[in-house]
């Protein structure tokens, strides 16, 4: 089976924002895995988008009840009719999760992988302490590539 790895982050996002998604999905399209996402706009269209651009197979599991609401660049729409709570299926059905940037949806996306053991690979996105330390449960990456190599390793228990 193939690696699935769920990529996070907001559902509006700049250039370069967006630019990152794209080659974070390239990355992992090259590297065989399969992209799991939201299915909507911004960062999941850009991780789908660099998916499709490298021949990637892409999954969008979508808020609503119609699998037309997806973006161009999703192979597999799953509507689910859930709204924001699709975004614990988002993260579940991944091996590991990659959080670009992002706003509180992609911290709940966070806390549910954190919670169910799921690697967590932040890239420019959210920190967490507790009693004032930071807690090391989210992975830095700091450029794209690093960021899908860490997942992998994670996913594969190479790490």
Not at 113 to 133: E, Q, Y
Not at 140 to 157: C, M, Y
């Amino acid at each position: 089976m193939e690696t699935r790895i769920a990529v996070l982050g907001p559902n509006e996002c700049s250039e370069a924002e967006y630019a990152m998604g794209v080659e974070v999905g390239r990355e992992l399209a090259r590297q065989g895995c399969v992209v799991v996402c939201g299915g909507l706009g911004g960062m999941m269209e850009a991780a789908a988008r660099g998916a499709k651009s490298n021949g990637g197979m892409t999954v969008g599991i979508l808020p609503g009840i119609d699998a037309e609401e997806a973006n161009e660049f999703i192979d597999v729409p799953l509507p689910t009719g859930l709204g924001a709570f699709r975004n614990m299926l988002v993260v579940r059905s991944a091996d590991a999760v990659i959080a670009i940037e992002g706003k509180y949806g992609t911290l709940s996306e966070i806390a549910f992988a954190l919670r169910l053991k799921i690697p967590v690979i932040g890239l420019n996105t959210w920190t967490l302490s507790k009693d004032g330390r930071v807690d090391p449960g989210i992975l830095v990456a700091k450029t794209p590539r690093e960021a899908v190599e860490l997942a992998l390793q994670k996913a594969r228990g190479a790490l």
